[in-house]
């Protein structure tokens, strides 16, 4: 089985309704980054931020995974899935994807300020009362910006073992995300779907300028 490597940003969950992050109606809209997604913003305003990722907690409860993801979910029958995703939903879960790596953490989780490793599984609203066992407080299980991304070696080596890389729906912005599919060897076909792609990608990349599940469709016929 071929193994197809899909990069997946915000683009991907467009479709069920959870804003993008640079789109005009984008989600910072009204919320300052270096607020509510820094390090710094969390010491300066512990509640704002806990109470922002609350509610983009709640709003997995109203949004379903849409075609695309289903459809990333289906071609686990002809091919080796694997997904990277920059995204903090669970779609692709929820969707039936079942190798699905988080770049940026995970809504549906909260870890330990002190220690990294105490991560756990999280549905209701985290505030600062929320404890770790040494009595050190929970925050969301995000990786926010100027923070390391510890997935990033596990990252490269799945793309290193790609036929095929898609990039859905991620506008290329964000280190070290944006530059993974470099890691993939010199002869793996990459596809970026996206409707408003980043500009001056690699010529060798093909590009489908749609939205990713009319994307994903395309590129199954391609595929064949
Ligand atoms: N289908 C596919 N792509 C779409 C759709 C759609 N229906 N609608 C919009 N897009 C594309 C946009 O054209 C854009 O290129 O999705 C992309 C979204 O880009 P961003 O909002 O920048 O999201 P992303 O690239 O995932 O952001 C990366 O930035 O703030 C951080 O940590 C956050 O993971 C996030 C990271």
């Known amino acids: 089985m071929k193994h197809i490597v899909v990069l997946s940003g915000a683009g991907m969950s467009a479709e069920s309704g959870i804003s993008t992050f640079r789109d005009a109606d984008g989600l910072w809209e009204g919320h300052d ?18 109470d922002f990722y609350n509610q983009r907690r709640k709003q997995l409860f109203d949004v379903k995974p849409n075609k695309g993801h289903q459809l990333l979910a289906e071609l686990e029958k002809n091919y080796q899935i694997s997904i990277i995703t ?7 879960e929820r969707a039936g994807s079942t190798k699905v790596l988080h770049l ?4 549906r989780k909260a870890r330990s300020t002190v220690d990294s490793q105490y991560i756990l599984n ?18 969301p299980h995000i990786v926010w910006f100027g923070e ?5 070696s596990e990252a490269i080596e ?14 290329l912005q964000v280190y070290p995300a ?11 076909d990459v596809f970026y779907i996206d409707p408003n792609p980043a500009d001056g990608i690699n010529a060798s990349i093909q590009l489908i300028k749609k939205g990713a599940s009319e994307g994903i469709k395309e590129l199954i016929q391609l595929l064949k």
């Open 104 to 107: 940026h953490g995970e809504l």
């Open 122 to 139: 999280w549905e209701k609203d985290l505030t600062e009362k929320n404890k770790d066992p040494n009595g050190y407080p929970l925050r």
């Open 158 to 171: 799945v793309i290193e073992t790609a036929d095929i890389i898609v990039i859905i729906g991620t506008s």
């Open 33 to 50: 980054v270096m607020e509510v997604a820094t390090p710094e913003g969390f010491r300066k305003n512990p509640s704002l931020v806990y």
């Open 86 to 92: 920059q995204n903090v939903d669970d779609l692709h």
């Open 148 to 152: 390391a991304v510890p997935a990033l």
């Open 178 to 188: 944006a530059s993974l599919y470099e890691y993939a060897s010199e002869n793996t």
